[in-house]
């Protein structure tokens, strides 16, 4: 088993910047991905952000690309997601998620799930 615990969401305004992270622990998985979710009302998951531990491979949807960045500290078995330029849009649950195999940006691919931060943004 795997527990992942997310922390770090919150309010800000549009345009502040907000740091989560994500602490596994348990069974890890030296070749796994770790990713990134949200999930805002009334919608489904959206893919987020992933990064590969085994070789350091990320992905990013389009729209947060040039706005987030996703790190890790596989000693700490936690990662990150640096979210600059936030945006009302940017608004809603945030979960993190582990595979034990590489980069996918489904999320049926993830066996593991968090419980979720909330990320209110502001206009």
């Known amino acids: 088993q795997v527990q992942l615990v997310e922390s770090g969401g919150g309010s800000v305004q549009a345009g502040d910047s907000l740091r989560l992270s994500c602490a596994a622990s348990?069974?890890?998985?030296?070749?796994?991905?770790m990713g990134w979710f949200r999930q805002a009302p009334g919608k489904e998951h959206e893919f987020v952000a992933c990064i590969n531990w085994g070789v350091g491979e990320s992905r990013y949807e389009d729209s947060v690309k040039d706005r987030f960045t996703i790190s890790g500290d596989k000693a700490k078995n936690t990662v990150y997601l640096q979210m600059n330029s936030l945006k009302p849009e940017d608004t809603a649950v945030y979960y993190c998620?582990?595979?034990?195999?590489?980069?996918?940006?489904?999320?049926?691919?993830?066996?593991?799930w968090g419980q979720g931060t909330q990320v209110t943004v502001s206009s």
């Open positions: 348990g069974r890890t998985f030296s070749s796994g991905t």
């Open positions: 998620a582990v595979r034990p195999w590489g980069v996918s940006r489904y999320s049926n691919d993830y066996d593991y």
